[in-house]
Nanobody, 117 residues
């Protein structure tokens, strides 16, 4: 069974940090681009960050640039999202996704991040 499982979410005060993990099972992430997305209450799902296979190229939504860092450890079949200087507007359910084509093929179940002011 092909799965992505996120973890690392929680409640943190404004200015704090969290590191999210996305672990793949049933397939290897080596040749997949991995993305992080989030959905805040009452809002559409939003792209947050992406890292290409090989880790050479990353991309971020403007609101998190300089605060979030995406990285991957293919030996552990895991992708991370380091989130620093968190703000209340970062509160959302965060999802990771994998793709080997223009379409995001696989999605995790999400992990809740809540930033208190």
């Amino acid at each position: 069974q092909l799965q992505l499982v996120e973890s690392g979410g929680g409640l943190v005060q404004s200015g704090g940090s969290l590191r999210l993990s996305c672990v793949a099972s049933g397939f290897t992430l080596d040749y997949y681009a991995i993305g992080w997305f989030r959905r805040a209450p009452g809002k559409e799902r939003e792209f947050v960050a992406r890292i290409d296979w090989g880790g050479g190229t990353t991309d971020y939504v403007g609101s998190v640039k300089g605060r979030f860092t995406i990285s991957r450890d293919d030996a552990k079949n895991t992708v991370y999202l380091q989130m620093n200087s968190l703000k209340p507007e970062d509160t959302a359910v965060y999802y990771c996704a994998a793709r080997s084509s223009p379409v995001w093929n696989y999605w995790g179940q999400g992990t809740q991040v809540t930033v208190s002011s």
